[in-house]
Nanobody, 120 residues
Framework: QVQLVESGGGLVQAGASLRLSCAAS?????MGWFRQAPGKEREFVAA????????DYAEPVKGRFTISGDNTQNTLYLQMNSLKSEDTAVYYC????????????????WGQGTQVTVSS
């Protein structure tokens, strides 16, 4: 079992930056970020597999968002630059404790979410 706690959301103007943080209560295998806008399904944003340091990004955020962290400290970050109004959503930290697919229907551990609102 692991608990995830996000922080760092807020209200910013388009073009600004925000940094989200996620603290895990224990070691994980994969950690990442998802987001859910009003009326839409939760979607993948970015993930990192600690054992290989491999990183994946969703196409809409490539070149603007950077995922990073420290598995020894059980922390994960998401640096979001050049924010757009379409980035407005609740952002969720997610984790797996073992190898496997990193999809909404499979992931067992979720944070409570942090709101990011980008005004245009």
């Amino acid at each position: 079992q692991v608990q995830l706690v996000e922080s760092g959301g807020g209200l910013v103007q388009a073009g600004a930056s925000l940094r989200l943080s996620c603290a895990a209560s224990g070691r994980t295998y994969t950690m990442g970020w998802f987001r859910q806008a009003p009326g839409k399904e939760r979607e993948f944003v970015a993930a990192i597999r600690w054992i290989s340091d491999s990183i994946d990004y969703a196409e809409p955020v490539k070149g603007r968002f950077t995922i990073s962290g420290d598995n020894t400290q059980n922390t994960l970050y998401l640096q979001m630059n050049s924010l757009k109004s379409e980035d407005t959503a609740v952002y969720y930290c997610a984790a797996r404790l073992s190898p496997g697919s990193f999809r909404v229907g499979v992931i067992k551990y979720w944070g409570q979410g942090t709101q990011v609102t980008v005004s245009s």
